[in-house]
């Protein structure tokens, strides 16, 4: 079946300048989760939903971050009046609920500041 | 606050050879533990979830161990191959993930 899936690719942004990332999860999974991966930072949480609770954005670096998920299904993070330390890859995972499920990951897109 | 550790950050073994990998976290109070691996350019593959109440998992030429009071999992390849070499992600945690900083491995052919 279709795995995760994350688009765009890459994206290549002016500083200042808002952007969208989009994912789709796995079909029938209730759980979704975004991650960012620096440079010399590893992988960092940024925020999960879960069904029709309220998201967990406790990740979220600062305000000019926020996440919507639209129909319990697809998901975007966008970042606004993004800074040069904003580039990185971000990845989305979905699982089939919270607890004791595997995540699995999408291919992430690559995001780079100029 | 969660911190997962893992050690080495690079290796480079001989085809062929048994490996370890390391990974140690600081709060035992977990959930689950999953081994992810990472190739270059791409997303995470998950290898193994142990759940908190588990010891361990195997799939194939993968072993994982979770001793909870000690704070440590590891990971074990046997008889490695070329096709092994990617970064290897320890994470421990059910919703909100903590990640290590991964082992980089290279099987030399």
């Known amino acids: 079946g279709a795995g995760v899936s994350q688009s765009p690719s890459n994206k290549v942004t002016e500083k200042g300048k808002d952007v969208e990332l989009r994912c789709d999860p796995i079909?029938?999974?209730?759980?979704l989760y975004w991650y960012r991966q620096s440079l010399g930072q590893g992988l960092e949480f940024l925020i999960y939903?879960?069904?029709?609770?309220?998201?967990?954005k406790s990740g979220l670096p600062s305000d000019r971050f926020s996440a919507e998920r639209t129909g319990g299904s697809v998901s975007t993070l966008t970042i606004q009046r993004t800074q040069q330390e904003d580039s990185a890859v971000y990845l989305c995972?979905?699982?089939?609920?919270?607890?004791?499920?595997?995540?699995?990951f999408g291919p992430g897109t690559r995001l780079t500041v100029t | 606050k969660q911190e997962v550790t893992q050690i080495p950050a690079a290796l480079s073994v001989p085809e062929g050879e048994n490996l370890v990998l390391n990974c140690s976290f600081t709060d035992s109070a977990i959930y689950n533990l999953q081994w992810f691996r990472q190739d270059p350019g791409k997303g995470l593959t998950s290898l193994l979830l142990?759940?908190?109440?588990?010891r361990e998992q195997t799939s194939g030429r993968l072993n994982a161990s979770l001793d909870k009071s000690s704070g440590r999992s590891t990971l074990y390849i046997a008889a490695s191959q070329p096709g092994d070499s990617a970064t290897y992600l320890c994470?421990?945690?059910?919703?909100?993930?903590?990640f290590g900083k991964g082992t980089r491995l290279h099987i030399l052919p």
């Open positions: 994470a421990v945690g059910d919703d909100k993930i903590i």
């Open positions: 079909s029938g999974h209730t759980a």
């Open positions: 142990i759940q908190s109440s588990q």
């Open positions: 995972a979905s699982s089939p609920g919270t607890g004791p499920y595997e995540q699995y």
């Open positions: 939903f879960q069904g029709n609770s309220a998201p967990d």
